[in-house]
């Protein structure tokens, strides 16, 4: 059912993406549509460079300059590494790093952001110094390696942020982002099943420094919520894109699916976010599947298609 309505729904999306464009361009003269705005700048140069895509090295699970290789491959411009099991920082000397930074860009790659998976509930209280002790290193490696952003699980936050337990949630993240704040990065959380009002109202709540959400569509298809609603929702607070497609079961949850075969309205969520002039990058990721290397791959070239559109 999800399916077919995402199929029958393309050529509205797709209208949805013109009209972003359309905004842009200049009126026709001389029987001619002119591409170049009054300030000279060709709109489709301004439309274009706002999505830069990334695919994260994981999803090959080869060694790091294999998966660099393979990376470059897909056409994509930027990886996202994970900075605990993949490339942890202690793993890495200065030398490495620069040798590391020069393939990428013999590549034609930059890390776009890093992650950094964990065991507990971000602000769990098992281990908490030691947790915020590996996040701040982590951090500081992922300044050291050109990005501005490391992805992180929350694990579920608290309902009520008033509340002594949210209240330490909101202790720990204000020294997080304070943190990143000093060395130059932000704390981009990966929702655990939150609704898009509270998700917003915690990290509103953080004035100490740089923090914001990642964006994970194919989550909010398996929650039963609108992928569109909920980037309205936290419009100005999306430090990073994933780049996943999902299906809900009438059970409730759902499945991972490659990206333009789930239940996701890509050309929408593209174009809302072209026109919330969204900045970053926007990473494709599988988490399950039978070939995730091809999965990825296709989902780079699928997104450049929709872009060309």
Known sequence: MERASHRTATSGQARCVSIIIDRCRPLPRDGRESTVGNDGVDFEERFMPRFRLAVATRTWALSLLDAIRAAAETGASGVLFDVRH???PAQLSDTGRRD???VLRERGLQVAATSFPLRYP???EHQLERRLAALREAMQFTYRLGAETLCVPSGRC???????????????LSDLARYGNHVGVALALTPAGETPERLKALVTSITTGPIGIDFDPAQCVHLGQSTSESLRQLYGLIRHVQLRDGVRHLSGGGEETAVGQGAVDWLELLALLSEMEYPGWLTAIRLTGDDRPRDVARAVRQVQRWLMM
């Open 122 to 124: 971000l602000a769990a």
């Open 158 to 172: 608290p309902d009520d942020l008033a509340s002594p337990a949210g209240q330490h949630w909101k202790e720990v």
């Open 100 to 102: 590391l930074l020069h």
């Open 86 to 88: 993949e490339l942890p």
